[in-house]
């Protein structure tokens, strides 16, 4: 047991930043009830921390490289458990989400090293075995979030699900520090700095006009001139890029199909799969009249199912290319959110249990396999490369799915309301924001279900996208055909000769 305490100090670390990503889903009511927070708000509270985590990962990994990657896992730890001890403590929404900002800083800082640091720990068959087991660690921490949110919630209130990562932080600092032996890269390469830096700012324009679109309209002038903001970021971005001796993402490796239908695939996944439950547990305690426990509880099968395919995915799927099981997962995770785009106003909470298994199996075949997937389509030398930007993409994908999907729902749901109550677009704002009280009884649970099942479809139809994506676009090349040498005919002149 003893060789497999590196594993167990990186996957400590790796499930807590990850649980955290979507923790706070079931404890937003409470959450908006004691902070005064507005619709927007509870948004950026988990967008700002996957947006930070997104936007600094691959620097932090450049850094990681340089200066230890123990180090930076470690000082990681560090600055994840006090911003978690600020948000615990933060008395308004402001402090909170930039506590949050801070905690997603630490996180970019950890989850960039767990792969170097499982590569530098073990080799041959255990390298395998520790990276299932880590992959399966993915797989569990992202369906758990929302219910460990719950019960802790219900259990001690929303501040604790910030204050329990202190105790969880020490004792991974504490092992990190005894069992896990520095590495660093002999070869590694500058930091990018005005890489890192227009990356973060083409990421977070294009959020925020997501984000602003669902108050301001599509079309307005604040969504279309931020948006402005973010296509320009993102094409200095490329330009630095590509003149950059050391990127930090080398955007040579789209050229490579196989590399461009996993990216795709690392966009969509996690904001397909867990974007819209920020509303989905407002409808489990706001409509369907649960507790935070209970709510945590109805999305216990998304969590159940993605811990067990994970494993036997594994177990049994290994020698599946992994492109087909990301393909495949994607498939399923969008069959899952189309199947819980069947609410009504009567529908209870065990509507919604088919669609979040099925949703929860895709996630369990398809993300433990996605850095596999991306770094089997790109050169040896270039592994490194695909792998942060897979991370990226996927952190990057789920504040962009918060977005999109918050702005499908809260258009529908004032489309919904419109002619039902004398002010469609405040109690539009009023409901998603986590106080449904403030609106007629009898329209919430018919506008409420409507949104939530636009939001649910617009995921199934962007993940199954994804899905044939990586399908038609993962396929190994051809192998080249032999030229066929047809007998001569006996009566051939030449032959005669």
């Known amino acids: 047991m003893g060789k497999w305490w590196p594993l167990t100090a990186v996957c400590l670390g790796a499930f807590m930043l990850l649980v955290d990503v979507n923790i706070v889903t079931v404890a937003l009511p409470d959450l908006a009830a004691g902070l005064g927070a507005s619709y927007s708000s509870l948004q950026w509270v988990m967008d700002v921390y996957a947006l930070v985590l997104a936007a600094l990962l691959m620097g932090a990994g450049a850094l990681a490289d340089r200066a230890g990657r123990r180090r930076v896992y470690v000082g990681g730890l560090v600055l994840f458990a006090l911003a978690s001890l600020a948000c615990g403590f933060a008395p ?20 960039a090293t767990t792969v170097a640091l499982v590569t530098a720990s073990y080799d041959g068959r255990d390298r395998a075995v520790a990276f299932g087991v880590w992959g ?12 460990l949110g719950g019960l802790v919630t219900q259990a001690f209130g929303w501040r604790w699900i910030f204050l329990l990562n202190l105790p969880v932080s020490v004792l991974a600092v504490a092992l990190t520090l005894r069992v896990v032996a520095e590495s660093r890269d002999p070869a590694a390469r500058r930091i990018d ?10 990421a977070g324009a294009v959020t925020y006009a997501l984000t602003r679109a669902g108050d301001a309209g599509w079309t307005s002038a604040a969504t279309l001139g931020w ?51 920020l509303y989905t547990s407002l409808w ?51 069959a899952g959110t189309l199947g819980q785009s069947v609410l ?33 389509a790109v050169p040896p030398e270039r592994v490194g490369s695909a792998a942060g930007a897979v991370s990226a993409l996927r952190q990057l994908g789920f504040a962009l799915g918060i ?32 106080h ?18 636009a939001a649910t479809a617009t995921a199934g139809v962007i993940a199954i996208a994804a899905g044939l994506a990586v399908l038609v676009l993962a396929r190994p090349p051809s192998p080249p055909r032999r030229p066929v040498r047809r007998p001569r005919p006996r009566g051939d002149r030449r032959a005669l000769r």
């Open 92 to 111: 308004d929404a402001a402090v909170l989400l930039a506590a949050r900002a801070v905690q997603g800083a630490g996180a970019a800082m950890m989850f």
């Open 136 to 147: 399966a660690v993915n797989g569990a921490a992202a369906g758990a979030g929302p219910v």
């Open 193 to 202: 700095v005005p890489g890192v830096a227009l990356f973060a700012a083409a």
């Open 227 to 277: 948006l402005a903001v973010g296509a320009a970021a993102l094409a200095a971005f490329a330009a630095v890029e590509l003149r950059s001796p050391h990127p930090l993402l080398d955007l040579r490796l789209f050229r490579a199909p196989g590399f461009t239908g996993i990216m795709i695939a690392s966009l969509a996944m996690s904001g397909t799969a867990f974007g819209y439950l």
């Open 284 to 334: 489990l305690q706001s409509v369907a009249g649960l507790s935070a426990t209970g709510a945590g509880l109805a999305i216990l099968p998304m969590s159940g199912t993605a811990f067990a395919a994970s494993w036997l995915t594994g177990r049994f799927l290994h020698a599946v290319p992994p492109r087909l099981t990301v393909g495949v997962g994607l498939l399923l995770v969008g």
């Open 344 to 376: 009504d106003a009567g529908s209870g909470w065990a509507a919604l249990v088919p669609g979040f298994a099925l949703t929860g199996a895709g996630v369990g075949i398809a993300l433990p396999n996605v850095t596999a997937a991306a770094t089997a």
């Open 403 to 434: 977005a999109v999907l918050g702005s499908v729902f809260h258009a529908a749901l004032e489309r919904s309301l419109d002619g039902a109550v004398p002010d469609p677009s405040g109690a539009a704002r009023a409901i998603s924001g986590g």
């Open 436 to 453: 449904a009280a403030q609106a007629p009884a009898a329209a919430v649970a018919s506008a409420f279900a409507s949104a939530l099942d």
